[in-house]
Every structure is written in C-alpha cells, then in structure tokens.
C-alpha cells in the first residue's frame, strides 16, 4: 500500500485535505468518493516508504522548527554549552520524530561534526538552514 496526500471539497462544497493509504490512485480516489469527498488532487507521498515504518522520515511541522530555533538561540547565547542545550531539546520535545532527529543531529555533533554538517544530514528538515 502507497500512501497518497488528496485535496478535494466535501458536499457542503468545503476545502478538505488528507492522507489516505490505498493501493493505487485511483483506489485512494474512489475510497475518498465513498466518503463524500470530490477529489481535485491526488499525489503519492514521496515521504511513504512502502514496507517501512513513518518514523523512516518523519514530518516535522514549521512550528516545531521555529520553537526549536528561538529556544536554541536564547540557550546559547545564555552560555550554555551547545550539546547541553541540543540535550535539552531533545528530551523536551513533543514529537517524536523530531526529537529522533535531535538525536542524530546531537550524535553527529558529539563524534566532531560541525552543527551545519549535522543539520545538513537532514535536508527533508533543515533544508533552509545550510
């Protein structure tokens, strides 16, 4: 099964968008008409891997980057040490896909890597920040 993000209307003629698993396209399309949704766009996920789990690459939204870029920013520049503050960070934070990610980025560090090439590893979220 492919995972597949939609945008249609509803029958009260409402934008609404998704995520829906199926075999194909035109699956996801005629499940989604089931439920009363007039499809008007239909796109694999390119995030999905079939046979894998999400965590593989997890979606981190732009809120969690903003809030993990201002707390990163009054740490350091409060003193604190950079693995101590990434540390912090990374037991605090709500999703866990992000906090796996912190993780890595906090491991790459500690084995010498700098913090750009750390965040470089992870182009899906830190695509702006390199």
Same mark, same amino acid.
């Given at each position: @099964?492919?995972?597949y993000?939609?945008?249609?209307k ?8 998704g995520?829906?698993? +199926?075999?194909?396209? %035109? =699956?996801?399309?005629i +499940? ?15 995030? =999905?891997?079939?046979?894998k ?5 997890? =979606?981190?939204?732009e ?9 990163l920013?009054? @740490?350091?520049? +409060? %003193? ?5 503050s ?6 605090? =934070?709500?999703?866990? %896909?992000?906090?796996?990610?912190? +993780? ?15 965040l470089?590893?992870h ?6 920040? %390199?």
């Open positions: @099964m492919k995972e993000t939609w945008t249609g509803n029958a009260d003629g409402k934008k609404v968008k995520r829906i698993r +199926a075999q194909g396209p %035109g =699956h996801a399309r +499940a989604l008409q089931k439920k009363g949704v007039s499809v008007l766009k239909i796109r694999e996920n390119p995030a =999905h891997v079939p046979g789990f999400s965590w593989f690459h997890p =979606h981190v939204s809120k969690d980057l903003i809030l993990f870029s201002r707390q920013s009054t @740490m350091l520049n +409060a %003193g604190m040490p950079l693995l101590q990434l540390e912090f960070l990374e037991s605090r =934070h709500g999703s866990p %896909g992000f906090q796996r990610i912190l +993780a890595s980025v906090k491991t790459s560090v500690e084995s010498g890597e700098s913090f750009t090439n750390s470089k590893k182009p899906r979220v830190f695509s702006k920040w %390199g």
